[in-house]
């Protein structure tokens, strides 16, 4: 029986960045950051309310995981905005989205009624966009 | 959007609160002082704060000074620096409240940290699962 989540990983153009955009600017804190080596670093964070789901920070680069030509494929992919990787939760989505908006995050859609609940659009420094929603 | 404007106008105005706090964590934050700059009276500014965040102000400057001593912490500050660094007034009031939020002393909480990155830097796969490690051409053994 699978009883939950403990990875999940999110394709980043470049690691540094994304570390900027997750910590700095969502909040979300470090869980794992190990240096593999030469510009390889392993790097997971989590939401500050979910510390046991560690989002992997993947940088997409030739090699094992990406072959001929895959990593530069996914790239475009990526910026180009094909990926929604995850839907947030926040306690209010008004007051994070005026938040977030502040700290320079872009957002697709802003908070707005919907049938399935209020939800935001937001991307990610990469190209990935996610659902920002609240409970209420 | 218009009907909206009062109330959208209170969020930006409690967001800025919220960023003060966040900014000036380690000085002698008068709460008073953010409800005025954010034309409330101390009542409804606390309230709307709470509706909003799900803490009082006050609670959150607590929140926020506990999670960076925690991060002072794992850049070996020391305990007593630590504490007059986020703003706290004694090193038992730092203590005790840093005990009710993460369960350990500030030392205790410190070598845990220093174990686990200990840990990360001789034996890194410990941390990561095979299934990428083996992708990524890491798990060479």
């Given amino acids: 029986m699978i009883t939950k989540l403990n990875h999940v ?3 980043v153009l470049n690691q540094d960045s994304a570390y900027e955009f997750y910590v700095n600017k969502l909040g979300f804190k470090v869980h794992t950051d190990a240096p593999m080596g030469p510009r390889m670093r392993w790097l997971t964070v989590c939401p500050p309310e979910q510390p ?14 990406f072959k001929d030509g895959a990593a530069e494929q996914m790239r475009e992919l990526v910026k ?4 929604g990787f995850g839907v947030f939760e926040c306690n209010d989505l008004n007051a994070t989205y005026e938040e977030l908006k502040l700290k320079g995050v872009v957002f697709k859609k802003p908070p707005s009624k919907e049938f399935y609940g209020y939800e935001a ?4 420094d990469s190209g990935n966009w996610f659902s920002l929603g609240h409970k209420k | ?19 003060f706090i966040d900014i000036h964590f380690s000085e002698d934050i008068d709460l008073n002082n953010i409800a ?5 009276s101390k009542f409804h500014f606390i309230r709307l704060f709470k ?16 999670e960076n001593s925690k991060e002072l912490l794992q850049n070996e500050t020391s305990v007593t620096e630590t504490c007059l660094n986020v703003g706290f007034d004694s090193i038992s009031s730092f203590t005790a409240l840093f005990k009710k939020y993460t369960k350990l002393c500030p030392s205790e909480y410190q ?4 174990r686990r990155k200990e840990q990360i830097t001789n034996t890194p796969l410990q941390f990561i699962p095979n299934c990428f490690a083996e992708q990524k051409g890491w798990n060479t053994e």
């Fill in chain 2, 36 to 40: 005025d700059e954010a034309c409330f």
């Fill in chain 2, 1 to 19: 959007m218009e009907e909206n404007y009062p109330k959208l106008y209170l969020y930006k105005r409690i967001v800025h609160a919220k960023l």
């Fill in chain 1, 80 to 83: 180009k905005g094909t990926f």
């Fill in chain 1, 52 to 65: 046991d789901l560690e989002i992997t920070l993947m940088p997409i680069e030739d090699g094992m995981m």
């Fill in chain 2, 111 to 114: 070598q845990q940290f220093e």
């Fill in chain 1, 9 to 11: 990983s999110i394709f």
């Fill in chain 2, 51 to 66: 509706t909003i965040y799900g803490k009082t102000p006050h609670q959150y400057l607590t929140r926020v000074r506990i």
């Fill in chain 1, 121 to 124: 659009l937001f991307i990610d």
